[in-house]
């Protein structure tokens, strides 16, 4: 919509610009104009040079003209103003481009403290926590009772090729073809990266199933499914399995099961819990 484009432009023009002034000629090893007065921050003209493009094809960049934008000519535009990851996206949108893959800025251990008391809250519902490769690096004593997960499994892997974790999900022909089209939604985003490839590798190698899955070619986005699980000391267990992604590290998922209402399944974990002796705790957590 017309409206829409300008109100677009205008943040276009006020981003930059705000970019702009926050960098000095210092910071990107300009001189700083022989002690003659300037404007605070770098002019249009620095900031064209030093991303090695046109300074008209900037200044109509920042002004929000219908010109051609590639990525590779915004990342070096993201550079020069020193932009973080977070802008970096704003950036794209901004100028009408699907913005690259978010990046977490913070520390390996950023917010896991959080999440390990998040799932062990969840108790006596089963909870556990997967790095980008869908390995799991923390869980809770009743993610361990039900389906047998351990840290370091690999869910996907157990998935299609562990005949004790499949043997427990009495939903795996209905769940398998969704798995693999968020597998593959997964992968697409990251596609030069070499732990997918590896993990794609063994999968074919491994399992028939996910071969012809995969010949599909469906992709979906995680969020949720319906699990069954028949268990051999409270029997059958009915699940909605719902993957959490938090924007400051988006190199993990949280995935909660909340027990289908009207199934039994609340009892039957109380039960299974109690049976155990488990009291609310979690396996060691990667950084």
């Not at 599909?216 to 029997?235: A, F, N, S, W």
């Not at 590290?249 to 819990?273: A, F, Y």
């Amino acid at each position: 919509m017309p409206a829409t484009r300008s109100r677009r432009q205008q943040e276009l023009r006020d981003f930059l610009m705000t970019r702009r002034a926050r960098v000095s000629p210092a910071d990107v090893g300009l001189p700083d104009g022989g002690g003659r007065r300037r404007t605070p921050g770098l002019r249009r003209e620095e900031v064209a040079v030093l991303a090695g493009v046109g300074a008209s094809w900037y200044q109509w960049l920042e002004q929000g003209r219908d010109i051609t934008v590639s990525p590779q000519v915004l990342d070096a535009v993201a550079r020069v103003l020193r932009l973080s990851d977070a802008e970096r996206r704003h950036l794209y949108i901004l100028a009408g481009l699907n913005p690259p893959l978010a990046r977490s800025e913070f520390e390996p251990g950023h917010l896991c403290g959080g999440f390990r008391r998040l799932i062990d809250a969840w108790m006596p519902f089963p909870a556990h926590i997967l790095d980008a490769y869908w390995n799991a690096i923390a869980l809770n004593d009743a993610a361990r009772l039900v389906f047998g997960l351990h840290v370091g499994d690999n869910c996907l892997t157990s998935f299609f090729t562990d005949p004790v974790y499949r043997g427990r999900l009495t939903s795996w022909e209905r769940t398998a073809p969704a798995v693999v089209a968020q597998f593959r939604q997964s992968q697409a985003e990251r596609p030069e990266d070499e732990g997918f490839r590896l993990l794609f590798d063994q999968l074919t190698a491994e399992s028939e199933e996910f071969t012809e899955l995969w010949a599909r070619g469906d992709v979906q986005p995680g969020g949720q499914l319906r699990k069954e699980v028949e268990h051999r000391v409270v029997g059958a267990l009915f699940f909605e399995s719902s993957h959490l992604h938090v924007p400051a590290r988006p190199d993990l998922t949280i995935v909660l099961h909340n027990p289908v209402p009207d199934t039994g399944t609340v009892g039957k974990l109380e039960h299974l819990i109690a049976s155990e002796g488990c009291r609310p705790h979690l396996r060691p957590m990667a950084g």
